[in-house]
């Protein structure tokens, strides 16, 4: 992934490297039509965006697609849990994982439990959420990723964790749930 294209700015200006360019004079249409109208497809496409960035992934794993040896781990408000240790690996790197029982296992310096995945600010994971760096992007700004395959090169994507995590130039987008999340 390799560029990025903040909506709702008055004019394109470059930052750290990266075109940011406006999507749309009416943010609402762009987000209520499946293809850009003309003003928005020309603003992507006069957006050069550079090299530099790096756009992650990451994903919720699902137990039932990591099969493997049980290992019990202790989760506050429910003891000891058994679960798969490919399972475990993916939830200590993706942050959440949904179990066989139907329940989210998170990893943050320990094991927690919740009915869904959660973000560093402890509200539910949503596809299209992104972390970045609060030096570059305020929470709230929404942006695009023009250079990508679809469906994700329409998608508008929403800053929602601008916590310690990711710094400089990378930006951190939240795809769903299982395999077919996993970028």
Same mark, same amino acid.
């Given at each position: 992934?390799?560029?990025?294209?903040? %909506?709702?700015?008055?004019?394109?200006?470059?930052?750290?490297g990266i075109a940011i360019a406006p999507v749309s004079q009416s943010r609402a249409a762009i987000e209520q039509t499946p293809t850009p109208n003309s003003t928005a497809k020309a603003a992507l496409d006069a957006a050069k965006c550079s090299n530099g960035w790096r756009i992650t992934g990451y994903y919720t *794993?699902?137990?039932?697609?990591? *099969? !493997?040896?049980?290992?019990?781990?202790?989760?506050?408000?429910?003891?000891? %849990?058994? &679960?798969?240790?490919?399972?475990?690996?993916?939830?200590?790197?993706?942050?959440? !994982?949904?179990?066989?029982? !139907?329940?989210?296992? !998170?990893?943050?310096?320990?094991?927690?439990?919740?009915?869904?995945?959660?973000?560093?600010?402890?509200?539910?994971?949503?596809?299209?959420?992104? %972390?970045?760096? %609060?030096?570059?992007?305020?929470?709230?700004? $929404?942006?695009?990723?023009? $250079?990508? *395959?679809?469906?994700?090169?329409?998608?508008?994507?929403?800053?929602?964790?601008?916590?310690?995590?990711?710094?400089?130039?990378? &930006?951190?987008?939240?795809?769903?749930?299982?395999?077919?999340?996993?970028?």
């Amino acid at each position: 992934m390799e560029g990025l294209v903040r %909506a709702g700015q008055p004019a394109p200006v470059k930052i750290s490297g990266i075109a940011i360019a406006p999507v749309s004079q009416s943010r609402a249409a762009i987000e209520q039509t499946p293809t850009p109208n003309s003003t928005a497809k020309a603003a992507l496409d006069a957006a050069k965006c550079s090299n530099g960035w790096r756009i992650t992934g990451y994903y919720t *794993p699902r137990e039932e697609d990591l *099969p !493997g040896p049980a290992i019990d781990v202790t989760v506050p408000t429910i003891g000891s %849990a058994s &679960v798969s240790q490919p399972f475990l690996a993916a939830v200590r790197q993706e942050g959440w !994982g949904l179990t066989r029982g !139907g329940w989210y296992l !998170g990893w943050n310096r320990g094991w927690s439990r919740s009915s869904y995945p959660l973000d560093s600010h402890g509200r539910e994971l949503k596809v299209g959420m992104v %972390a970045a760096d %609060a030096e570059l992007f305020a929470r709230g700004a $929404q942006l695009r990723l023009p $250079q990508e *395959p679809a469906p994700w090169n329409l998608q508008l994507f929403t800053v929602t964790d601008v916590g310690k995590a990711v710094k400089g130039r990378n &930006v951190d987008v939240y795809t769903g749930l299982g395999t077919v999340a996993r970028t």
